[in-house]
């Protein structure tokens, strides 16, 4: 390939702080980023080089995304698949990953579905499309579990526990309710159920998929190392890596990750979480094709970014090296006020004076109560203990306040 | 301080390679770039918020840029301080470095005596207005000597040896001719004349100065660790951190730059160009007011890059920390072709397979001769060789042409 000005263009479904830290990446490579976004002045906005402004699913907003790129991805699952196949394939625009991939992971029973039959450990789950049929598959699975709306759920939104047989119904009721598709009247295809798994700890591993173009050494499959999350209120919150698991469980998630890419289609970074159970067993808990929040962390912590790596896969570029540079931690900038507000943030004097801490701001012009605002970064040095690594990046994170 | 969205947007009369750099490393602090410059489309322009299109001193550009910005900046000596200073007056927007800063800098003479009379070590110099005034100073000075333009010079422009006696006459044309202001009738002011610095090789030293305003541990001085600068026709092309001098010389270097420091007014990063001497002392060669090629390295090189480091400094952050990661190179991709054309660069997809290089694209539209168009950064690993690391990244960049 050659490097021309201007470069390619890289159109980029979703213009939130995963375009945005895209369109970072994308500039030292001499790759231009168009995103669309229907939020006027979305989070990548001033880092890229224009925003089409509409809806993800706007027929004429991704035509005109693809008509101004070399190559289309997205950083949104609600991208539609149907709309990204046909325009790909009208304006001659590689898509990546592969909108079939979308159309798998989008619906979460699909998911399970097609990597149990792949040999990849899932949880114990079941179809349910009414509430008697969620009764019956927990007398099965046991309570308590977990209530899943197949379609549009993210960040917990779109998950219910089921604590008791005095619970299926209002569960139902909820999902049906939170759910993408599906009506109280006709909820079938709205919900799926999930044996609640007794985890250790939870992991994820960001798989890569590049092609299969380039030399000698440059690989087509990948993982960057594997990284522990802690969630809270299913909300990521801090970032481990290497995590606080050994060495055969690391290495067993390694394993999971690269049968899951085998059942992924298209190029890109791939965010896999997986539970590593009381048992040390690993199981799969969800994957998102697209760079994720899990991975921030190779921002500073590794040589290549999750976001590079994913601009030099779908413009076809070699990947890079997914080692890790050092000890790494992160934590979430979430939303800490109750009313929808005018974002200010009070308190980044610290995150700026503390040395090797790294603060990323998304550029979001309101705050309400969980929104991810940004994050911390916190690079340690060879003889680091994670322990204190991880309570300094709380204690620079518990700093930072949206309130008065 | 706070945190808002939009952030504060800094100005940069500049939209070049640094310029480019400055807003990439600004957007994840949540800083906005608006850059000023007279080229439509320059390099900063796709990773910024915007370009106001216009002469770097020209006064209504400089006042639009001031008025939409909240700190101002450049990334070129071309700045005119005098209109810096009455447009930031006017629209009370702070600007940094201070505007006096440019002034000493902007003229090579008065940049050596007051570096001389601070006590800085600069190689011997003599204002020269003529012809016979260069005549005789040489007979002081001795053969070879460097005739310098005392404005408007940099990448070796500007600069003309004198080897023996009869050279003088063509020199004093040519330096005329070259430099900014005087003409053959009246060259009063153009020129001056130092010693060619027998020296064993050049150093630089990338300055800090920040604000006074932060927490205990965060120094308003500061400097980046010491590099060793590879040039060729006096163009840099390489840099090498730690440099292949020795641990006393190294400390003298970050001497001499610290006291240099104490000369500049205003906040920001300050290039400091050095020579070692064959006798191991250290020599002031020049100043650069901004972010400069020598520190590149710094982006992959150290936990702040010297961009970062600016932007915190202009906009009145809390510097961070200078300590290096890793032994780093760099290599600048100069244009190898004889006729100005379009810029299409081949070879790049081994600098993308190369693990730990990274590529940095410039996204100029055309390519001349020893233009400066991209760099590569190599980092190496604990137990690396320099040598190895160095001649790694010249091969990465040779294999890269911009010719058939």
Known sequence: MTLTSPGPTLGVVGGGQLGRMLAEAAAPLGVEVVVSDPTPDAPAAPVAR??????????????????????????????DPDLLERVAAETDT???????????????????????????????FREVNSADELRAALEDLGYPAMLKARKGGYDGRGNVPVESPADVEDAFAEIVDAAQGGTPADPAGVAMVEEMVAFERELAVMGCLGSAVHGEGVPERDTFPVTETIHEEEILRETVSPPRA?????????????????????????????????????????????????GHWTIEGCHTSQFEQHVRAVTRRPLGTTDR????????????????????????????????????????????????????????????????????????????????
């Not at 699909?110 to 114990?124: D, M």
């Open 50 to 79: 224009d925003q089409v402004v509409g809806d993800f699913d706007d027929p004429e907003t991704v035509r005109e995304l693809a008509e101004r790129a070399d190559y289309l991805t997205f950083e949104i699952e609600l991208a």
């Open 94 to 124: 590689p898509v990546h990953p592969d909108p079939e991939t979308l159309r798998i992971i989008e619906d979460k029973l699909v998911q399970k579905r097609r990597l149990a039959e792949a040999g990849v450990p899932v949880p114990e």
């Open 325 to 404: 540079r050092a000890p790494t931690v992160s934590a979430n900038i979430l939303g800490d006020v109750e009313e929808r507000q005018a974002a200010t943030l009070s308190g980044e004097d610290e995150v700026f004076e503390a040395p090797r801490a790294h603060l990323h701001w998304y550029g979001k012009r309101e705050v309400y109560r969980l929104r991810k605002m940004g994050h911390v970064t916190h690079v340690g040095r060879g003889d680091v203990d994670r322990e204190e690594l991880l309570a300094d990046v709380r204690e620079l994170r518990d700093g930072l306040t949206f309130g008065e």
């Open 246 to 294: 050994d060495a055969a469980v690391r290495e067993r998630a390694r394993n999971v990750a690269l049968d899951v890419l085998d059942v992924m289609e298209g190029r890109g970074v791939y965010g896999i979480e997986l539970f590593e159970t009381t048992d040390g067993e690993i199981l799969l808990n969800e994957i998102a094709p697209r760079p994720h929040n899990s």
